[in-house]
């Protein structure tokens, strides 16, 4: 079984940075895995931020976070990483680390969505004043 635990959330002002951490374990990581970041602020929907395909290194940003933020791997730790820079209030939310098997295209593609993906973190609290 996957498992997934996210840390590095913190409190921070607009323009800021913070790095987001996910340990991963309980798979095989050279196998073909989507690793995405998810976030959910209160009362809007979850979604997906970026993603990264464990068997090439392809990657996935979403249109608001592009030229922000950038996912990267460390296969060596077995960990996931979200660098996030020029952090906006609307950034504010819980960010999720997830894991699912699937296509690399699926995955750098961004054609997935939070319902696609089977294992879950316990989520990391991002907040950005202004």
């Known amino acids: 079984q996957v498992q997934l635990v996210e840390s590095g959330g913190g409190s921070v002002q607009a323009g800021g940075s913070l790095t987001l951490s996910c340990s991963v374990s309980g798979y095989k990581y050279s196998s073909g895995y989507c690793m995405g970041w998810f976030r959910q602020a209160p009362g809007k929907e979850r979604e997906g931020v970026a993603a990264?395909?464990?068997?090439?290194?392809?990657?996935y940003g979403a249109d608001s976070v592009k030229g922000r933020f950038t996912i990267s791997r460390d296969n060596d730790k077995n960990t996931i990483y979200l660098q996030m820079n020029s952090l906006k209030p609307e950034d504010t939310a819980m960010y999720y680390c997830a894991a699912e098997a699937t296509a690399p295209l699926y995955c750098s593609g961004g054609y997935f969505t939070p319902a696609d993906f089977g294992s879950w973190g316990q989520g990391t609290q991002v907040t950005v004043s202004s």
């Open positions: 990264i395909y464990t068997g090439g290194g392809d990657t």
